[in-house]
């Protein structure tokens, strides 16, 4: 039997405003702690 990998992804939404650097270093560190391998960074998304 094949066996199915998983990527998990993670989407991220957030407004572009002055503290976008801080966020998205935040979001950075999240991945790279709890191994997430994809990202979508949603900017303003309505």
């Known amino acids: ?3 199915t ?3 998990h992804c993670l989407r991220a ?3 572009p405003d002055e503290y ?3 966020r ?3 979001i950075t560190q999240f991945c790279l702690r709890y191994g997430i391998q994809n990202v979508i960074l949603i900017f303003n998304g309505e």
Do not use: G, N, P, W
């Open 1 to 3: 039997m094949k066996t």
């Open 5 to 7: 990998s998983f990527l």
């Open 13 to 15: 939404q957030f407004y």
């Open 20 to 22: 976008a650097d801080e």
């Open 24 to 26: 998205i270093h935040s």
